[in-house]
């Protein structure tokens, strides 16, 4: 159920381009995006009884999606300590990589100027629940 609360929580911060977002807030999100798509689709088509041809409800949803995954993309940066403007570099040739390789990193563990990370610098656990990072180990001897 924490990949709906994800889902559930992104739309909850629609418009919201300030904090973090850590990763598997961003990225659950991005990956459930194209089966809400087909089942609203589905639904849209069976209770409007739509020809393909008319595919209004799925536009507006689609554009509503767009809107919060720049917002969701936004908050990600700032969760690695990048500015959202960053973003744009997804325009550029080639640009889509850097941003794929920075989306993937680790939350940054420091308070940085948009918050808190919170329990997101954690790990996360196959019940996707997170829990802190382990305590590191010193090569101190206890006598």
Avoid: C
């Amino acid at each position: 159920m924490k990949v709906l609360n994800y889902y559930v929580e992104s739309w909850r911060r629609f418009g919201d381009f300030r904090g973090r977002s850590s990763r598997p807030a961003y990225w659950w999100p991005f990956l459930l995006h194209p089966f809400v798509f087909l089942v609203l689709g589905g639904i849209f088509a069976a209770i409007l009884d739509l020809d393909t041809d008319q595919i209004g409800p799925e536009i507006v949803y689609f554009i509503a999606y767009v809107w919060l995954s720049i917002a969701l993309g936004v908050r990600r940066l700032h969760d690695i300590g990048r500015k959202g403007t960053w973003l744009l570099l997804g325009l550029v040739p080639f640009g889509n990589l850097v941003l794929l390789y920075w989306l993937v990193q680790p939350s940054s563990v420091e308070t940085n100027e948009w918050g808190d990370p919170g329990t997101q610098g954690g790990i996360m656990t196959a019940s996707g629940d997170t829990e802190p990072e382990p305590p590191q180990q010193t090569n101190d001897i206890i006598r």
